[in-house]
């Protein structure tokens, strides 16, 4: 057959099988009672709570905030050092006009000492009407975690553990970190 021989059909208006009314069809459902709408309820599966946190790194090991703690994260730059400090503050950084210490994450965790300044970031926190800058390697990024994998500890600046598809990731306490008096 060639393509002269074909035939074109169209058909306007809906088609109709033999045998169908064009009456509407009436909804077979009801409303659904109280009962109905409670016994639906219980059968949705339970919405996990979950908790957003920001991770970074120091060396190997990812730590994190709660996402609600944290404020910025900044470039580490010049530090001004401030005297009669503890040790593990590295000095203040002016943010926008505001002064903010700096801690060395490292030395406060008692793992190390920060090594090079200018290579890493600033983890701007606030907890009231306090900023603190904590100084890390890199940063992970911004996760959302269930609740219910959280495990709580209470070991130092640690309060809860996260077992995370990449590792362990350890929860830190801001209000703790910053507290030396």
Known sequence: MDAAAK????????????GLSDA???QSTVAPTVDNYSKSLERQAPEEKKL????FFLGEREYAFELLD???VLRARTLTEVPRTPDFIKGI??????????MDTKMRLSEGQFGNVRFGRVLVTSVGDLKVGFLVDRMGGVREVAVASIEQVDDGFVKGLINAPGGLILLLDVVRLIDFA
């Open 7 to 18: 035939v074109s059909v169209s058909v306007s208006g809906p088609v109709r099988a033999s």
């Open 24 to 26: 509407p069809k009436r």
């Open 52 to 55: 957003q946190i920001v991770s």
């Open 70 to 72: 944290a404020v910025e």
């Open 93 to 102: 950084l002016s943010v926008r006009g505001e002064m903010v210490p700096v």
